[in-house]
């Protein structure tokens, strides 16, 4: 097939074992025989090169120029007819097809947002008080287990047509260094956006000019919930505090949202309403709650969706390195985004744990296939060239990557992106909005999730249901609200974990469990591991969701989950 366009180009490239410049790809595509001038890049390339370099192009085509004047002149190569096609070079860094077995029975999206045998994706599960909770998706989940690779790809997106924005990077920009300065900031910083989000809806005062109002009164205070505790009578006494001060607020176990308290975590900005006691105006007031308000994701919002019909893959924690990393799995999943059935995919989305890491969790290193970091990397970065060449791929970092566990995480390293520089994958902090054609994707590796499950009620946050305790923070618009606890927080002058926009689409991974499911119209998604259950995970109770990938629609929020495993 003649390589008319540039994806095309990519895609031969990629089968033959090699990444390019961008601007290499454009001199092949211009060429005057751009099938010649590939053939003679990758047959002239060094043995030990994994990138087509646009100055060697350049090189190459020089020779083009040379050859075709020799000709004219009557003075033909004997020996090195540059302008002549190579015979097929032999694939480098790329496996095989396979054929292991027939494409296997469909499943559905259970209430937990699971996968099962049953051939149909249902509603992702009825909410309680996380909110509504929507189709997920009218896609199948299907258990892909023989995906052979076609001989020449039929990949041929238009790539002018693609869009790749990030925002909330904060990778060169972080600024704390420890100081009590830097934790007061981020926490003004915290307050000050998330009661903006709150103060369009009750008329709140500061908590100095409660303490003066006279009892009985009809009040409003925004605060950030600095103690949750039960009294004798089993009501709840919330304290919050704002710039100004701290103050009492009771919420009587016989109201109709009493129950709301049980998703209150430490930390988090609300809005109460309420009638101040009798004896406020003596300095022992508390104000009685009549409403509570999460700052929360409108019931009326709608997301924004692409203009065309595109995919993104959405997977997370890869974990090479590990001896439970599902090699074979990947590869199937390489395989099929070759495949004509995956021909809308254009991009690839990791949130975080792209390699096992080293020291994460007790005895580790009994546990690991590849024991040094960088090797891991370099090992990450082989199975990365497996995938096709013209995808978009953006990835951020997790708590076993090679980064600073406290959020927000910058990316990565510069010796670490140039290992991982296959396909010119792009690299964000953990968490960062990714804009792909107009959909806003918040992509967050997902520690908090384990502090959200442990401190919550199961029926509102649990393991099998990831997706509800991803609902959880988007009732809070904050990606990690508790201090102090699991999750490491870094102080910088503004919190890069408030959700001050509302995402169209919320990714997580971490936990290793697949869920997915709407809330509010926001679609959430984690998206399980690719690596099998590890003895640490065992000796814990986590029995993970493996070789699984989210294939989402970007132009319906649709989306179809597949299974390599």
């Known amino acids: 097939m003649p390589l008319e366009t540039p994806a095309r180009i990519v895609s031969e490239l990629t089968s033959r074992g090699y990444n390019a410049d961008r601007e290499a790809v454009t001199l092949l595509s211009g060429a005057d025989d751009p099938d010649a001038a590939l053939d003679a890049a990758v047959e002239r390339a ?19 120029e040379r050859a075709d004047t020799s000709v004219s002149n009557g003075n033909e190569y004997e020996n ?20 292991t077995g027939e494409v296997a029975q469909a499943s559905k999206a259970t209430d937990a947002g699971g996968v099962t045998d049953a051939g149909e994706v249902t509603d992702a599960g009825e909410s309680t008080n996380a909110g509504e909770s929507t189709n997920a998706g009218d896609g199948v989940g299907e258990n892909v287990s023989d995906v052979s690779r076609p001989d020449e790809s039929i990949r041929d997106p238009d790539l002018d047509e693609r869009s790749l924005e990030i925002e909330g990077d904060v990778t060169g920009e972080s600024t704390g260094t420890g100081e009590y300065a830097d934790f007061v900031s981020v926490f003004r910083d915290r307050f000050k956006r998330l009661s903006k989000q709150l103060r369009s809806r009750v008329n709140a005062r500061p908590t100095t000019a409660v303490q003066k109002m006279p009892g009985g009164g009809e009040t409003a205070i925004v605060g950030m919930v600095s103690d949750i505790r039960s009294t004798t009578s089993g009501h709840w006494l919330i304290e919050l ?3 100004s001060g701290t103050y009492p607020c009771l919420v009587m176990k016989d109201r109709e949202f009493a129950d709301a308290v049980d998703e209150l975590l430490h930390d988090e900005v609300i809005a109460v309403e309420g009638t101040l006691s009798d004896d406020n105006d003596d300095g022992d007031g508390i104000l009685f709650v009549d409403s509570l308000y999460f700052p929360d994701v409108p019931r009326t919002y709608q997301p924004s969706t692409a203009d065309r019909h595109v995919q993104a893959a959405l997977i997370s924690d890869v974990h ?32 975080g744990d792209m390699v096992e890491g080293v020291g994460v969790y007790p005895n580790q290193d009994d546990e690991l296939d590849i024991v040094d970091i960088y090797d ?17 791929i953006l990835m951020i970092p997790g708590n076993h990557d090679a980064v600073r566990l406290a959020e927000p995480q910058p990316g990565f390293d510069e010796e670490l992106r140039d290992i991982m520089s296959v396909h010119d994958a792009r690299i964000s902090g953990n968490p960062s909005t990714v804009t792909v054609e107009g959909v806003d994707i918040l992509m967050y590796h997902g520690v908090s999730l384990d502090e959200v499950i442990a401190e919550l009620p199961d029926d509102k946050a649990s ?6 305790a991803m609902y959880q923070l988007l009732k809070k618009r904050h990606v990690a609200p508790q201090f102090g606890g699991k999750t490491r927080l870094a102080p910088e002058e503004e919190d890069y974990l408030v959700m001050d926009t509302v995402p169209d689409v919320f990714h997580t991974g971490h936990v290793h469990k697949l869920g997915w499911g709407k809330y509010h119209n926001v679609l959430a998604v984690n998206s399980g591991c690719w690596q099998e259950q590890t003895a640490f995970q065992k000796s814990v109770n986590i029995d993970p969701d493996a070789g699984f990938a989210p294939i989402l629609d970007l132009d319906t ?9």
């Open 46 to 64: 060094p043995d030990d090169a994994l990138k087509i370099s646009a100055d060697h192009v350049e090189t190459v085509l020089a020779e083009f």
């Open 80 to 99: 090195n007819p540059v302008g002549e096609t190579s015979p097929p070079q032999e694939t480098k860094g790329v496996r095989g097809n396979r054929n």
């Open 241 to 243: 505090e704002d710039t």
């Open 320 to 351: 090479v390195g590990s001896q439970e990393f599902m090699a074979d799995a990947w590869s199937r999943f390489a395989d099929w985004l070759h495949t004509e059935e995956a021909e809308h995919v254009e991009y690839l989305l990791v949130a």
């Open 376 to 392: 891991q990397y370099e090992q990450f970065s082989e199975y990365l060239k497996e995938v096709p060449g013209d995808l978009e």
């Open 463 to 468: 393991y099998d249901d990831p997706h509800k």
């Open 557 to 565: 929020l649709d989306m179809t989950v597949r299974q390599f495993s």
